[in-house]
């Protein structure tokens, strides 16, 4: 079955520093999305992206979708103590049978020190 | 807050019970998906169902079962308990059926078997 892998597992970075976690499927992905899980909390949706290549930024984060539709990347630029958390990616396998079904990678977690 | 909500928050059950738990989706939202997120992971996709019907399904056993109300509201029924079902169960109204767009989660239910 799919499977969607996240390195890293874990990144501690000092406040100010950029963090890049990246996303890699098993199969070619039709959309990936991007989630973030504050500690104790549930998953918030950040992005969709869509087409090969696609590059979205916001504000101080940038998302990228790979040529292939197999990888992604989620870059943030000068961490702030808010950024704190585990940042998931989710994809759907192109021409799946499951309609629906998002698989989630196991994170990143992110911890800042100030 | 997404205005999805879920009831109970926290359960605790015994090996071999049944338990029931409960969604209301985002007002507007006619899919709700349901997923179970262990320690330390990614949340993995238990099913989907949209306009009262089930539209998708992961890797859980036919005793993960599952409705969709005319209001669009959600249950997830899961019987004969085992201890590995200890988890947090998250489910995620959005719009649109088949293909997944961006999910809006609930707090929550920490489902406890022992």
């Known amino acids: 079955g799919q499977q969607v892998m996240q390195i890293p597992q874990y990144q501690h970075v000092q406040e100010g520093e950029d963090f890049t976690t990246y996303c890699n499927s098993s199969?070619?992905?039709?959309?990936i999305q991007w989630y973030k899980q504050r500690p104790g909390g549930h998953p918030v949706f950040l992005i969709q992206?869509?087409?090969?290549?696609e590059v979205k930024k916001q504000k101080r984060l940038t998302f990228q979708f790979g040529e292939a539709k197999k990888n992604s990347s989620l870059h943030i630029t000068a961490t702030q103590t808010t950024d704190v958390g585990t940042y998931f990616c989710?994809?759907?396998?192109?021409?799946?049978?499951?309609?629906?079904?998002?698989?989630f990678g196991q994170g990143t977690i992110l911890t800042v020190h100030p | 807050e997404t205005g999805v909500t879920q009831s109970p928050t926290h359960l605790i059950k015994t090996r071999g019970q049944q338990v029931t738990l409960r969604c209301s989706s985002q007002?507007?939202?006619?899919?709700v998906s349901w997923y179970q997120q262990a320690l330390g992971q990614g949340p993995q996709f238990i099913f989907q169902?949209?306009?009262?019907?089930?539209?998708g399904r992961g890797n859980f056993p036919p005793r993960f079962s599952g409705l969709q109300f005319p209001n669009y509201s959600s249950e997830l029924n899961v019987n004969a308990l085992e201890l590995d079902d200890s988890a947090l169960y998250l489910c995620?109204?959005?719009?649109?059926?088949?293909?997944?767009?961006?999910?809006?989660f609930g707090p929550g239910t920490r489902l406890t078997v022992t």
């Open positions: 199969t070619t992905l039709s959309n």
């Open positions: 995620a109204s959005s719009l649109g059926g088949h293909v997944p767009r961006e999910q809006y």
């Open positions: 169902y949209y306009r009262e019907e089930e539209n």
């Open positions: 989710a994809g759907l396998n192109a021409g799946g049978t499951s309609y629906g079904k998002l698989t």
């Open positions: 992206l869509v087409k090969s290549g």
């Open positions: 007002s507007g939202h006619n899919t």
